[in-house]
């Protein structure tokens, strides 16, 4: 995929030419830190795309690196999803993939080297003491007892942590900064802390492990990471970000800068709850259709293509916003409408006989694309007996209704004007089938009724179709912001997923493994199963945005 269109102009990059232009920097270097516990989101597309661009544009790195400080939840597997996301966006990796882990060691030594200056020591205050003795907004802090050991003590007991004589919770390793601080993230927050979990890479090696605050700021140091961009709810961790940068021996210093993330109507982009939905099964998996998650949106039959241009034209700011989902919607559309060859398909067959065809069969030619003739023409078969869809039958007479009526003529789509004689309803009363009549000299012929074009249905040939199992995706929660919901469970939508039995034209039975198309008049879809038991799946990508 090309990408030469850069982001919008955006405020981070006006720092980043200030910071060329006054050579603070000879060449940029940004970095992706996605931590290995669930899959990517397209929130986290928003990061990739404008940490690679920036990459791109200045000529400078872009750094995939895990950040694995966390082994509770961490886990090989999603590495290795995370690493095709990130190449199904369309990025050759970003050469360079780092992990946090990788600097265990020299992490380690710099926590000493604050030992040493008296800027941290063990605290062995539980995690619920350590909480409440933290303060708030309004109450300062209160300082642990343990605050005052010497430094030799806070070595001693330092090593002790990191070679297992405490269990876990004992012990950890806090800064010593103010505990009156304004900022409650300055005061003693926690450096390190006992896990006596195996790390998917550094397996039973370390028992300690840095917290995401002290590790973060040190990689970006040792990677030469020029701008480190990160979301918004960090701005208040900068200070510390900063504190502890200052307060070691390093040889580079990065600089942190934050963007707002991406909130999406309709979508929850918070890992957490994404997990939470896999777990409880209220979705197949974290590839699922109606996932915010990469893998879910490819599965749909999202493009990258469209993915990428939908985060190029969101543009970054620094200030927080939701963006409704149609903003996304229409980058999906725009990049199908372009190259979808079209097709017929009827989601809810309701049977039509034409009385005055004979058993014969038409062969009728249509354009596989009407918006690019020089794809060229299908054949589509015609013959007496015909689905429509049932949504295109109202039995009650209603002049405002475009569509079949009894009496009212209407046209099959590239093919005959018809008008509907006579129904045929089972005893339950619903409707079995309609009898109708064909006008056999209308075909691709302009007709008017009083002077207004007929209207268009579509159809397909009974005895040709394709019998197909349609995946209908609606929305996974019913209100427009459930990030706002603590109990989610509550807002999932009942009809997020309808699977219907459908016919299709016969043309689709060649289709590939998630190639999209257009079903005419109702939406696009992508096949995602081939001929399983004999039958097609196909899932529906979007409907069609005037239907
Ligand atoms: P989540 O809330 O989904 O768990 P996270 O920030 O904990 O997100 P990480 O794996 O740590 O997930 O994220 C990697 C990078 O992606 C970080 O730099 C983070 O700021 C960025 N990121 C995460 N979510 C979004 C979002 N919604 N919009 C933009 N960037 C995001
Ligand atoms: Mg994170």
Known sequence: MKKKYIYKKNFIFNIIKKDLICKKYKT?????????????HIGHAKSIFLNLNIAKKYNGKCNLRFDDTNPNSENLKYIKFIIKDIKWLGFKIINNIYYTSDYFNIIYKYAKELIKKNLAYVDELSKNKIHKYRGTLTKPGKISPF??????????????????????????LRAKINMSSFNIVMRDPILYRIKYIKHFKTNKTWCIYPTYDFSHCISDSLEKITHSLCTLEFLDNRILYNWILDNITKKFNPCQYEFSRLNLTYYILSKRKLKFLVKNKFVNNWDDPRMPTLSGLKCKGYSSNSIYNFCKNIGITNQESLINIETLEHYVRNDLNKKSLHYMGVIDPLIIIIKNMGKHIEM???LKNPK??????????????????????????????KRLILG???????????????????ICGNIKKIYCIYYYNTLNKKIKINNKSINVIHWVSKKHSIPVTIN???????VPNPGKYKNIISIINPNSLIIKNSYVEPNLYYLKNYN???LERIGYFCLVKTKYKNNLIFNRIIKLKKY
């Open 28 to 40: 940029i270097t940004t970095r992706f830190p996605p931590e290995p516990n669930g899959f990517l």
């Open 147 to 172: 605050r005052n050991r010497s430094i030799k003590e806070n070595l001693y007991m330092f090593k002790k942590m990191k070679y297992g004589y405490f269990p876990e919770g004992a012990a950890c």
């Open 364 to 366: 009728i030619l249509m």
């Open 372 to 401: 690019n003739i020089k794809e060229g023409y299908r054949i589509v078969p015609f013959s007496k007996k015909i689905y429509i869809d049932k949504s295109d039958y109202k039995e009650k007479f209603d002049k405002n209704y």
């Open 408 to 426: 009212r003529k209407i046209r099959l789509r590239n093919s005959y004007v018809i008008k509907a004689k006579k129904i045929i309803k089972n």
């Open 472 to 478: 209908l995706y609606n929305h996974l929660f019913k």
């Open 516 to 518: 999209s198309f257009q």
